[in-house]
């Protein structure tokens, strides 16, 4: 009897320990909020890049697209919180320029764009813009709709021979959380 | 799945078995000293099947699972951050859990002790991969310049079945020596332990965009075996068809290998004893159901460069986004390889120096020669550990105090310092219940009334038949 006792304490000792105060049920808050900066559109413009736009006379007018094609991806989706556009522009026109990115879904829908005026400067001392776009937590959904972005830079001129240049930067910092 | 990521995560197992090595009562012993002393009176042991050996071991060298999920009025969020800042590279988790399926032994005319069986085994190791983590928790706006390192993600896996065939015999007055040959039949296999390159942010010079994001030498690879045909739907489609895949396998049906164990114990004199013995000195080729990847090179992203190009009505302009990625494709290729490849065993080592004195509790004074008499009444020892692992051995040392209580209870203490923690109490109890042999070890139990502050647990479990001359 006293050797069964023994056997009986020795096997109880193995489920008697015990995981206590804890709770995993705070799982369910972890989150991982990244900021990820990452590089956007970069380009450098001068006149000849720039046509004559029939439509609205006096103006010049230079277009592109691009793919952006993870923005409407399920990820970003469900995870990207908010984001903040940053350009940054060195203008030596003598004229402002409009910078305008349209976003478009993948049926070329517009569903989010940016809009600001470039600050006119000369060749011997081209003028700096910066401009930040934030993207809040509401209109973020407007944005990952869209998988594409048309830059269209915007000149005021009759003057075909106008002489600068215009270099832009961006980069894009995303605000995520999953 | 979530659970047992916490689980795996929060403890760290290595395959150090200070309760049970030397403790000639368990026949388990022998598995880590084939050279160990075998009691001259054991005639013949088997194990239960499936009972006669559960070894699980779990540890995390860094972090507890109360560090993260304690109940505390601090956001878990927070605790996860500083757990994140406060662990090294070098941190590692690790869990090794052996089932024992068959273990027999049995003492021949001429005194050799022959032993053999089947075990499965699980052993993994994932070192902390600081720099991911930071990188995955914070992203890289607050570190610019730094370069995240890609070599921190270090991390393997072996899921095997081991079947083994040893001899033991006492060659002399003072020199026990022993052998094992092993057959490894792997179920499943994975590694990624030679990576290597960075990932840096930094201000760009002003000629592109306002970023850089560079890779640089990159070399990240995983070797995987027995993992592409469970992707195989032809081969694949339930539960069932994968456990009947591992059971084919374990079975001597996968990837082979081979390996042995040696070990000795010497008697020094009659109170002094030295032991020692390698543990799966061999390897695994890894031939069959092959799948590796790997990815390597340099690419310094700017972010997309438009040229506005003059367009006709209706042309579409450049396919930046596909030259993109198309770019990094071919600057840095992910290549999806078929060759084989061997993996070596972790190799263990044990040593140990015992000094026995006493006598049985109501006993006479121990004739520790004698070990038909009234012997191994107390002992005590020093034990050392070591296991080779990718980034680095890893090693345990251990004082022990041994006691046969009565002639049926014996009891083993154990105080182990290792990367886990430093104050490791562990306790090991063997009772011989006529030929009932049973025998349950566990450390760390100054954590034992709540594992979730322990860094590491072990615990080792069986019951065998011993049968005396």
């Known amino acids: ?178 | 799945m979530f659970y047992f990521a916490v689980f795996y995560t929060c403890f760290a197992f290595s395959q150090n078995k200070q309760l049970i090595y030397g403790v000639e009562e368990i026949p388990q012993s022998l598995l880590l000293n084939p050279g160990g002393n075998v009691p001259l009176d054991q005639k013949f042991h088997f194990g239960i099947p499936l009972f006669s050996q559960l070894h699980i071991n779990a540890g995390s060298s860094g972090v507890t699972a109360f560090d993260i999920f304690g109940e505390s009025d601090i956001n878990i969020n927070a605790r996860i951050r500083a757990s994140i800042f406060e662990m090294k590279n070098t941190d590692f988790f690790t869990v090794t859990q052996q089932l024992e399926l068959i273990n027999f032994g049995w003492r021949n005319t001429k005194d050799y002790y022959f032993t053999g069986g089947i075990y499965q085994e699980l052993d993994m190791i994932t070192y902390f991969p600081r720099d991911l983590a930071i990188l995955a928790w914070e992203g890289n706006r607050d570190y610019l310049n730094y370069e995240f390192d890609l070599g921190d993600l270090n991390t393997s896996g072996d899921l095997l079945t081991v079947f083994h065939f040893g001899a033991n015999r006492q060659v002399s007055d003072r020199l026990t020596l022993g052998a094992r040959a092993k057959i490894y039949s792997s179920i499943f296999n994975y590694q990624s332990t030679n990576n290597s390159g960075s990932f840096v942010t930094r201000l760009g010079d002003g000629t592109s965009n306002i970023y850089e994001h560079i890779l640089q030498d990159a070399d990240v690879s995983v070797q995987t075996s027995g993992y592409a045909s469970l992707r195989n739907s032809d081969e694949v489609s339930g539960s069932s068809d994968v456990l009947g895949k591992f059971l084919g396998r374990a079975f001597l049906g996968g990837n082979m290998g081979l390996g042995m164990d040696v070990g000795a114990t010497y008697e020094i004199n009659s109170n002094w004893s030295a032991s020692a013995s390698i543990l799966d000195f061999g390897a695994i080729f890894h031939t069959k159901d092959i799948e590796n990847y790997r990815a390597t090179g340099n690419y310094t992203l700017n972010g997309i460069e438009l040229i506005f190009p003059p367009l006709s009505e209706g042309e579409a302009t450049f396919p930046y986004y596909t030259n993109l990625e198309d770019e990094i494709s071919e600057q840095v290729p992910l290549d999806t390889l078929y060759n084989s490849y061997t993996v070596w065993r972790p190799l263990k080592m044990n040593a140990g120096i015992t000094y026995r004195f006493g006598k049985l509790l109501g006993g006479n004074e121990c004739d520790c020669r004698n070990r038909g008499g009234d012997s191994d009444s107390q002992s005590l020892g020093l034990q050392f550990y070591s296991i080779f692992r990718p980034k680095a051995p890893q090693y345990a040392a251990t004082l022990f105090y041994y006691r046969r209580v009565t002639d049926f209870l014996s009891a083993k203490v154990t105080y182990t310092v290792d990367a886990f923690s430093m104050d490791n109490l562990g306790l090991g109890i063997v009772g011989d219940f006529g030929k009932f042999n049973v025998y349950l070890a566990a450390d760390n139990l100054l954590r034992y009334e709540n594992l979730a502050k322990a860094n590491s647990i072990s615990l080792q479990l069986g019951f065998n038949i011993k049968f005396e001359n």
């Not at chain 1, 450098?44 to 277009?63: A, M, S």
């Open chain 1, 1 to 178: 009897m006293y050797k069964y006792a023994l056997l009986f304490l020795v096997l109880s000792f193995g489920i008697t320990s015990c995981i206590k105060d804890t709770d995993f049920d705070q799982a369910d808050e972890i989150e991982l909020s990244p900021v990820v900066e990452l590089d956007f559109l970069f380009f450098t413009l001068d006149i000849d890049n720039f046509q004559e736009n029939t439509g609205f006379e006096g103006t010049f007018t230079v277009v592109d697209t691009t793919e952006i094609r993870f923005l409407d991806g399920s990820f970003t989706q469900e995870n990207l919180l908010s984001a903040e556009y940053f350009f940054r522009v060195t203008n030596s026109f003598p004229l402002g320029v409009d910078a305008n990115f349209n976003f478009l879904t993948e049926e070329n829908e517009p569903f989010y764009e940016i809009d600001f005026l470039i600050l006119p400067g000369t060749n011997n001392n081209p003028a700096s813009t910066e401009f930040i776009q934030t993207i809040t937590a509401e209109e973020i959904e407007q944005l990952t709709q869209t998988n594409k972005v048309v830059v269209t830079f915007t000149l005021e001129t009759l003057d075909e021979n106008l002489s600068g240049v215009l270099n832009l930067q961006s980069k894009t910092t995303y605000f995520l959380k999953f």
